[in-house]
C-alpha cells in the first residue's frame, strides 16, 4: 500500500528491495558470496532479519557475523570475517562500511511523494506576505505580515510565522514550529518539530519597588544556510543586533541557545546542551549532550566540549574540556583517577603522621 | 457548577465531599475519632483547611498533626500521633498511608465527562486513515494517510499525526503532540502536551567539501502498552529499525530518547533525562533527573542512576550509580567526604614533608 | 514598510531615528561631541555600524571604543575613554550605562500595532467560557468551559487552554501554549511560546502485577502576577492543593517545575533548571542554569544556586552554592583548587612513604 503525501512528508510503508549485485554496484564492493540474494532492509548486526544487510566496521562486529541473521553485510576491506558462509551469505567489501551506510541509508529510505506546492485552503497568509508559487503551505499555518517564504520551502501543518520573517528557498519547517518577527534564514535550512526561533532573550533589571523590569529585546534571530535545529529547541532574538547561527551548523533536540549568542560554521550541538548570552562559539566547534557555556565566554575554533561539561571561561582553539568545573581532558582524567585513590590516600597520610610522631616520642625518650 | 467536557478532559469545578465513616470503608480503616465528619479535599498537613484528610507515614509527620488544620488523616498503623484529639478530628488507620493517598486522590478526582466519540468538523484526516468509530479526534487535529486510529483514543486539540502511524486503544495524546511517519503506539499509551515522537536522529558525516551531510533516518519509534511520556520530550526515530520504548515505562518531561535505543519494561526516567544513540536500557531501571547516558552504552537489568548522573561505561544489572563521571554509590560518598578533607590533607603532607627535611638536616648534622 | 499587527505581536520593519541631543536629553546625559549626530540603532561595541550606538561600563569597555564604528556611546560617568575624538563622535554621560541601554532598548524597540480586540472566527470558544471583550483571541486558540479571560489579554495563534481555567488581566499567551485544566494565572503573566501549564506531575506506584500505577494528580498550578515563563518549559500540576509560582518570578526556556513546587516572589530560574516534586524555593532565590533542587527541598530566601549545581539537602537562607554534589561557594573552589594538586600529591605522599621506609630499614641496620 502505498499512499499520497501530505506537505511532501515521507510516506511509503513499501519496503523496496536489491540484489547484492545491485547494491554492490552502487556502493563500488567486491562480493563474497551469492550475488542474486535479494536484501529488503537494513539493521543492526543482533537485530536484522533473513532480508537485512548489515555492516561490519571492525573485528569486534565481524565476530558476531556467525550469530546475526542478516543475510548480508558491507565489511571494511581487510577486516577478517570468521565464519563466513560465502555459500549463503553475501560480504560486500567496501573501503568503509560506514560510509557504505551512508549510502545504503538512502537507497532504502521510502518513497516520497513529492511535495504539492500551494497554500493550504485553512491556512491563514497576511495578504502582504510574499509565498513563493512552488513553496507548500500546510493546514492552520500562520504567516504574519511582511513576510517572505522562499522557493520550494515546505510549513507543514500548524507551523506560526510572525511578522516581517524571510525563510530562504529549500527550507524545511516542521510542524508547530514557531518563528517570531524579523528573524531571518536562509537557505535549505530545517527546524523539527515544536522548536521556538526568537523568543526573548532572559534578561531583567530590578525595578526600584521590589519587583523586576523586563529588558525589550529588540533583535533577531539569523540563520544560515544548511542548518539543522532539532525537536522542541529554544533560540532567543538578541537584546539589539542578532543572534547568528552559521552554516552548517547541527544543533539536536531540546537546546537552548541565549540572546545574541554567535555560533560560527559547522559546528555540532548535541541535545540539552545550552549556551548563555552573548557566547561565541567560532567554527567547527562540537559541544557533547548537556553542555553548558556561561555568558560572555568564548569559546575558539574547534575545541571539542565532553558531555555534562561546564564552560565557565574562556576556550582555546581546538581545546578538548570535560568536566564540570571543565578541565583539560587529560587533566580531568587524571584527576579523576586520583580522586579515587583520595581515600586511600588520607588514610596513608594519617599513619604516616602517627609514625613521624612514634619516632619524635622515641628520639625524645633516648 | 459543572460544564461538559471536551475531548473527555476533566471538568468539575465542584469539590466532591465524603463523610470520614465512606472514607474508612473504602480504605478498610479503623477509626480513631467522630466518623460523621465530611471531608472534602485533601492536602499536605501544613497546607491542609479545616475539611481536608491529609497523611501521616511516619514519626516526623505525626508530629506536625497539632499544627495542622487538617480534620483528618491517614496514618499508617503503628505510628504514634501524638496530642490527637479524637474528639474533634479522626485519624484512619491504614496499613500504608501512602497506598491510601492514591485511593483518595482517585476518590476526590474531579468528574470527568465521557468522551464523546467523533471527528471534530474542524480536524483534517485523510480519507484512506482508519478511525474507529469509538475514538475521539478533537478540533484542529490532523491525521495522514494509512494511519490508524484506536478504539477510545482520545486526540487531543492540535494534535498532528503524519502517515502510515498506528495509534493503539485507549490512548491520550494530549495537545500539540507531534508523531511522525510509520510509528507505532500499543494501547493506553499517554503523551503530554507539545511532545514529538519519531523527530529525525542525530547523525551527520562530513561532505568532503567542508559542510556535513545529513544520515537520512528510516526507521521508526515504537512505543509499547501502558507506557506513559511527559511535555516537550523528544524521542528520536532510529536511523534504521527501531527506537523502543517497552511496556510500563514512564517518561517525564523534557525527556531526549535518541535515535535506535532501546529500553525495557517498567523503567522509570525522571526529567531532562538523556539518553544518546542507541543506548539499551534493561527493564526495571530508574533514572534520576538530568542524567545522561552516552551512546551505546548498556545499562543492566534494575540499575539506579542518580539524578544528574553521567553514565559513559556499561553498568551492571543493579547496580547504584552517581555522578559525573559515574562511581558506585558507596565509593561516590566516599570520594566526596574524602574530597572535602583534601584542602587540609595538603597542608598536613606539606608538614610531613617539612619535619622529613628537617630529620634529614638533623641527622646529617649529627 | 509597515505592516498592521497580528494580535499585538512587534511589527515594524523600520529602525526609529533621534539625534545625540534627543537621546541625552531622555537619557539625563551630559554630551561629549557633536550633539546633532543622527543615532538609529545600538549594538555591541564591536558589533556597531557607523549609525549605532553603543555602551561604555568599564576600563575594558572603554579601550576599545577607538576601534569601534559606533558613531556614539553611553558612558558611565568617570570611565575615562582613551583616545576619544569628540570632534567625530559623541559620548554621553549617564550614571550607569548598563541602566541606559534599557532605555534605549525600550527607545529603538520596533513600533507595536495595537492589538485588536475580539475573537478571530476561526478560534473555538466554549460557550460557557466567560472572554472579557478587551481581550485578543487569535486564530485557532480554544477556550474550554467555564473558563475566564482577562481584559487586554491577548492569546496568540494555536493557544490551547483547557476547562475551568482563569487568566487575569494583560496577559500575554504566546503561540502554542498549552495551560490545562484548572489552573488560574494572575495579572501580567506572559508565557513563551510552547510550554505547558499544568501537565500531570510524575507520581505512580507499583501495582503489584508487574507494573506501575499512576498516581491521579487532581491539584492545578496557580501563577501569581507579573510571572514570565520562557518557551518549551513545563510546569506540572500538584498532586493535590497546587503548584505555585509567586510574583514577579521569572522562568528561562525549557524549565522543568515539579508537582506541588511553591516558588516565592522574584525568583529567578534560568534555564535547564529543574525544580522536582514539592520543592520550596523562598522569596529572591536565583538559579543558574541546568541547576536542580532534589524532591522535597526547601531553599531559603536569597539563595544564590551556581549553573550545573546539584542540591540533595535544603539550603540556607542566603547561601551561595556551587556543584553537584552542592557545597558552599567558597569551599566549592578551595576543593577544586586542591584537587587540581592532587595528582602531585599522591607522588608526594608516596615518596614519604618510602623515606620513612628507608629510615626504619636505616635505623634497625644501626
Redesign the interface.
Known amino acids: ?1 502505498t ?4 506537505n511532501g ?5 513499501t519496503r523496496k528491495s536489491f540484489t547484492v549485485s545491485d547494491l554492490a554496484r552502487r556502493l563500488g564492493a567486491a562480493i563474497e558470496g551469492p550475488d542474486s540474494i535479494v536484501v529488503d ?4 548486526l543482533d ?1 536484522a532479519g533473513p532480508t537485512d544487510i548489515s555492516f561490519i566496521g571492525s573485528d569486534s562486529y565481524a565476530a558476531r557475523w556467525v550469530e546475526s541473521k542478516a543475510v548480508a553485510a558491507a565489511v571494511t576491506l581487510g577486516v577478517e570475517v570468521p565464519g563466513h558462509d560465502a555459500a549463503h551469505r553475501a560480504l560486500l567489501r567496501v573501503p568503509n562500511a ?2 557504505a ?2 549510502e545504503l ?2 537507497l ?3 518513497v516520497v511523494a513529492p511535495a504539492t506546492p500551494g497554500i493550504h485552503p ?1 491556512a ?1 497568509i ?1 495578504p ?1 506576505a510574499l509565498i513563493d508559487p512552488t513553496a507548500t503551505i500546510g ?2 499555518v ?1 504567516v ?3 513576510t517572505q517564504i522562499g522557493a520550494r520551502t515546505i510549513l ?3 507551523v ?1 510565522i ?3 520573517v524571510v525563510v530562504g528557498d529549500d527550507c524545511t519547517i ?3 514550529v ?1 518563528i ?3 528573524c531571518v534564514l536562509g537557505h535549505r535550512v530545517s527546524i ?5 526561533i526568537g ?2 532573550g ?1 534578561g ?2 530590578p525595578d526600584g519597588r ?9 533583535g533577531i534571530v539569523e540563520i544560515h544556510d ?1 542548518v ?1 535545529i ?5 533560540i ?1 532574538r538578541a ?3 542578532k543572534t547568528v547561527i552559521g ?2 551548523t ?1 544543533i ?3 537546546v ?1 541557545i ?1 540572546h ?1 549568542v554567535r555560533i560560527g ?2 559546528c ?1 550541538l ?3 546542551t ?1 549556551l ?1 548570552g ?1 557566547v561565541v562559539l567560532e567554527d567547527y566547534c562540537q559541544l557533547g ?2 553542555a ?1 557555556v ?1 555568558d560572555h565566554r568564548h569559546v575558539g575554533k574547534g575545541a571539542r566540549i565532553a ?2 561539561t ?1 564552560i ?1 571561561k574562556d576556550v582555546e582553539a581546538g581545546a578538548e574540556l570535560v ?3 571543565a ?1 583539560d581532558r587529560r ?1 580531568f582524567w ?10 586511600e ?2 588514610k ?2 594519617a599513619r ?2 602517627h ?2 610522631r612514634r ?1 619524635d616520642a622515641d628520639s625524645s625518650s633516648k
Chains 1, 2, 3 share one sequence.
Open positions: 500500500m499512499h499520497e503525501a501530505q512528508v515521507l510516506i511509503g510503508a532492509g537494513l539493521n543492526a537485530l560506514d560510509l551506510l551512508a541509508l538512502t532504502f529510505a521510502p485553512d491563514t497576511d502582504t493546514a492552520r500562520t504574519g505580515a511582511g507543514e501543518t500548524g506560526n510572525a511578522e516581517d516542521r510542524a508547530g514557531v517570531r518577527e524579523r523539527h518539530p515544536n522548536s521556538v523568543s526573548d532572559f531583567y533589571r521590589g519587583g523586576m523590569q523586563k529588558l525589550v529585546h529588540i544548511d539543522e532539532g525537536a522542541c529547541s529554544t532567543d537584546k539589539f543586533g552554516a552548517h547541527k539536536d533536540n531540546l537552548q541565549g545574541n560554521r559547522c555540532v548535541a541535545s540539552q545550552g548563555a552573548t549532550a548537556k553548558g556561561a558531555a555534562m561546564g565557565s568536566g564540570a568545573p578541565a587533566q587524571l584527576m579523576q583517577a586520583a580522586l579515587r585513590k583520595l581515600p590516600l588520607i596513608t597520610v604516616l603522621e609514625e613521624n619516632r
